[in-house]
């Protein structure tokens, strides 16, 4: 039987995770404290294995179990240092709970093929295995069937560790949102509910992630809709509050910056703030391409670039030419990377929205050039709408050449 209960277990990050407590005389409140994730709790000597390894600390964590004769200091052992052998003579003399957790522990790193059939145990532990159940069936590409059994995880350890079924039920919604569509809005439901079970939790960017990830199932399923996008905005602006900083974590501050420029972009111009809405979008857009250089990140650079330049050219402004110059030339930096050699439907991408910009500048023929080249790759790519837009623009352009001077026509084609 073990003895402490509840088990912050599935908590901390690498091995800590399959580890369990003994029990102590008196651990003076120090479990409530790390059922929250936090590892600066003052713990009990016979607890210090369990916080070096949540450190990261193996070695030492093995170090100060060497002389523990125990089942649960086996089970432990096993946990930091697992190997075949060490299982097979192991599992015979563990009670039934250890050995089922036992289990677990082995399926996880590769050394049993399968999970047990029958699991007996409950709350936070039941969970635990729970989770391990819906990993198998993720790797099996039964997504109903892991949903079942993170569902029934979740369940088990919402009364013993709700920060445990905050973790859970994460994975659930990022289960979800994996499959998009109409699975957004569940993933939504889920992310919330996760952020509402975290309650005070300690653990490091883990309720910021909650808020990153609520943010993207919210933007991928707004549709354009006004007050989806800012409760998106809302639960960026949160994520980046809680400690995610251009220093602390500056691809992930990158990712959040980018995000909110896109939702900012994507609301429908409705209200006199969507002008101060669109310049905080180009603001968010050079934050992120603060962190993302040609460089180190060419794709999200690249990525990030177009949105800034996109953005620059429908933001309202006493001065649109310049925003207009400044597009084009970002354009062009573009083009180094999402060449026609590497992407050719991305490079005709570049090209078609570099027109745009030059057509709205009155630059006609390098538009109708580029244009033209556009419409070619995306005809040859079997890119009909993108190719039609090509050709509309064509026309767009042809028409008002013709309204300052006759000209021939001139075709895409």
Same mark, same amino acid.
């Given at each position: 039987?073990? +003895?402490?209960?509840?088990?912050?277990?599935?908590?901390?990050?690498?091995?800590?995770?399959?580890?369990?407590?003994?029990?102590?005389?008196?651990?003076?409140?120090?479990?409530?404290?790390?059922?929250?994730?936090?590892?600066?709790?003052?713990?009990?000597?016979?607890?210090?294995?369990?916080?070096?390894?949540? /450190?990261?600390?193996?070695?030492?964590?093995?170090?100060?179990?060497?002389?523990?004769?125990?089942?649960?200091?086996?089970?432990?052992?096993? =946990?930091?240092?697992? $190997?075949?052998? +060490?299982? /097979?003579?192991?599992?015979?003399?563990?009670?039934?709970?250890?050995?089922?957790?036992?289990? =677990?522990?082995?399926?996880?790193?590769?050394?049993?093929?399968?999970?047990?059939?029958?699991?007996?145990?409950?709350?936070?532990?039941?969970?635990?295995? @729970?989770?391990?159940?819906?990993?198998?069936?993720?790797?099996?590409?039964?997504?109903?069937?892991? %949903?079942?059994?993170?569902?029934?995880?979740?369940?088990?350890?919402?009364?013993?560790?709700?920060?445990?079924?905050?973790?859970? @039920?994460?994975?659930?919604?990022?289960?979800?949102?994996?499959?998009? $569509?109409?699975?957004?809005?569940?993933?939504?439901?889920?992310? /919330?509910?996760?952020?509402?079970?975290?309650?005070?939790?300690?653990?490091? #960017?883990?309720?910021?992630?909650?808020?990153?990830?609520?943010?993207?199932?919210?933007?991928?399923?707004?549709? $354009?809709?006004?007050?989806?996008?800012?409760?998106?905005?809302?639960?960026?602006?949160? !994520?980046?509050?809680?400690? *995610? #900083?251009?220093?602390?974590?500056?691809?992930?501050?990158?990712?959040?910056?980018?995000?909110?420029?896109?939702?900012? @972009?994507?609301?429908?111009?409705?209200? #006199?703030?969507?002008?101060?809405?669109?310049?905080?979008?180009?603001?968010?857009?050079?934050?992120?391409? $603060? *962190?993302?250089?040609?460089?180190?990140?060419?794709?999200?650079?690249?990525?990030?670039?177009?949105?800034?330049?996109?953005?620059?050219?429908?933001?309202?402004?006493?001065?649109? +030419?310049?925003?207009?110059?400044?597009?084009? &030339?970002?354009? +062009?930096?573009?083009?180094?990377?999402?060449?026609?050699?590497?992407?050719?439907? !991305?490079?005709?991408?570049?090209?078609?929205?570099?027109?745009?910009?030059?057509?709205?500048?009155?630059?006609?023929?390098?538009?109708?050039?580029?244009?033209?080249? !556009?419409?070619?790759?995306?005809?040859?790519?079997?890119?009909?709408?993108?190719? &039609?837009?090509?050709?509309?623009?064509?026309?767009? *352009?042809?028409? /008002?050449?013709?309204?300052?001077?006759?000209?021939? %026509? =001139?075709?895409?084609?």
């Amino acid at each position: 039987m073990i +003895e402490v209960r509840p088990q912050p277990i599935g908590i901390f990050p690498s091995s800590a995770a399959y580890l369990l407590l003994p029990k102590v005389d008196d651990d003076r409140g120090v479990l409530e404290g790390l059922l929250e994730g936090d590892l600066d709790v003052p713990v009990p000597e016979p607890w210090q294995f369990f916080v070096r390894a949540a /450190r990261g600390e193996i070695k030492i964590a093995i170090e100060l179990l060497s002389d523990a004769d125990s089942p649960l200091a086996a089970y432990n052992r096993f =946990v930091l240092e697992p $190997g075949s052998a +060490e299982f /097979r003579s192991l599992h015979p003399r563990l009670p039934v709970e250890l050995a089922a957790l036992l289990d =677990v522990v082995a399926y996880s790193h590769g050394i049993a093929d399968r999970l047990p059939r029958d699991l007996p145990l409950d709350g936070e532990l039941l969970a635990f295995a @729970l989770a391990s159940r819906a990993a198998e069936a993720m790797e099996n590409q039964d997504n109903q069937r892991a %949903q079942c059994c993170l569902t029934d995880a979740v369940e088990a350890a919402r009364a013993a560790s709700p920060l445990l079924a905050s973790i859970l @039920l994460a994975q659930k919604a990022d289960l979800a949102f994996s499959m998009g $569509g109409s699975s957004y809005a569940l993933a939504t439901m889920h992310y /919330r509910e996760a952020i509402r079970l975290a309650g005070p939790c300690k653990l490091p #960017t883990f309720v910021a992630s909650l808020h990153t990830r609520l943010g993207m199932a919210l933007q991928s399923s707004a549709n $354009g809709q006004r007050a989806t996008l800012l409760e998106a905005v809302r639960a960026y602006q949160t !994520a980046l509050q809680d400690g *995610i #900083t251009q220093q602390s974590h500056p691809d992930w501050f990158a990712q959040l910056q980018n995000n909110l420029g896109l939702a900012y @972009l994507s609301m429908p111009a409705t209200e #006199t703030s969507d002008q101060l809405r669109m310049g905080i979008a180009i603001q968010s857009f050079r934050h992120a391409l $603060g *962190i993302y250089t040609i460089e180190d990140h060419p794709d999200m650079w690249a990525t990030v670039s177009m949105n800034l330049a996109n953005a620059l050219q429908h933001v309202p402004t006493s001065h649109p +030419e310049d925003n207009l110059i400044g597009a084009v &030339e970002i354009y +062009e930096d573009v083009l180094r990377v999402r060449t026609r050699e590497k992407d050719p439907v !991305a490079y005709a991408t570049v090209l078609l929205n570099q027109a745009n910009a030059l057509a709205h500048l009155g630059i006609f023929k390098p538009a109708i050039e580029k244009l033209s080249e !556009a419409y070619k790759l995306f005809h040859w790519y079997d890119q009909s709408a993108e190719a &039609e837009s090509a050709r509309d623009l064509v026309d767009q *352009i042809n028409q /008002r050449m013709n309204q300052h001077a006759a000209s021939p %026509q =001139v075709s895409a084609n």
